[in-house]
T-cell receptor, first 114, second 110 residues
Framework: NAGVMQNPRHLVRRRGQEARLRCSPMKGHSHVYWYRQLPEEGLKFMVYLQKENIIDESGMPKERFSAEFPKEGPSILRIQQVVRGDSAAYFC????????????FGPGTRLTVT | RKEVEQDPGPFNVPEGATVAFNCTYSNSASQSFFWYRQDCRKEPKLLMSVYSSGNEDGRFTAQLNRASQYISLLIRDSKLSDSATYLCVVNPAAGNKLTFGGGTRVLVKP
């Protein structure tokens, strides 16, 4: 069952370190989305990517956060110089190309900043 | 005003009973609507898309009222396994950026 895969599932970083979160979309899906869920809050859109293109990054914090989806390999969400407020669950979703708006989510990466 | 609003609950439901809840959305140009289910902070799982004509999937029925800008979900014959947080999700416009409500927590008890 080639669902959306994310790794690592849990990541602990000290303040000031970098966090790299990886997402492999479902087979046949070329659209990737990243969402963040802060403790006791709902999911918030961060960024939407297709291969080698950022389509919509309106939900990304202006500093320290970046995302890519290279031609080969997984999508990566990178957080530089992490702070405690970055502690959250980061979910990746994918959808097939075309007009489908249904998105399928991976298991998430739980980032804890100490 | 939040873009998508839901009653957080919890809705305490006896096993076998029917439960229904709504969500409202603010963007009248919204194009796509979904219900997702989330268990214990795990990943959201697509429960069903919501169509203008309403749709049913087994014990679950979803309705969309564009004029009043709300979506409803009804669960019949509730099972213990239906205990979860139900997320109302809206795609505000073309572009695949989903907007999530805060979720409605449902607890089904024996």
């Amino acid at each position: 069952n080639a669902g959306v895969m994310q790794n690592p599932r849990h990541l602990v970083r000290r303040r000031g370190q970098e966090a790299r979160l990886r997402c492999s979309p479902m087979k046949g899906h070329s659209h990737v989305y990243w969402y963040r869920q802060l403790p006791e809050e709902g999911l918030k859109f961060m960024v939407y990517l297709q291969k080698e293109n950022i389509i919509d990054e309106s939900g990304m914090p202006k500093e320290r956060f970046s995302a890519e989806f290279p031609k080969e390999g997984p999508s990566i969400l990178r957080i530089q110089q992490v702070v405690r407020g970055d502690s959250a669950a980061y979910f990746c979703a994918s959808s097939p190309s075309g007009l489908s708006y249904e998105q399928y989510f991976g298991p998430g990466t739980r980032l804890t900043v100490t | 005003r939040k873009e998508v609003e839901q009653d957080p609950g919890p809705f305490n439901v006896p096993e076998g009973a029917t439960v229904a809840f709504n969500c409202t959305y603010s963007n009248s140009a919204s194009q796509s609507f979904f219900w997702y289910r989330q268990d214990c902070r795990k990943e959201p799982k697509l429960l069903m898309s919501v169509y203008s004509s309403g749709n049913e999937d087994g014990r679950f029925t979803a309705q969309l009222n564009r004029a009043s800008q709300y979506i409803s979900l009804l669960i019949r014959d509730s099972k213990l396994s239906d205990s979860a947080t139900y997320l109302c999700v809206v795609n505000p416009a073309a572009g695949n950026k989903l907007t999530f409500g805060g979720g409605t927590r449902v607890l089904v008890k024996p």
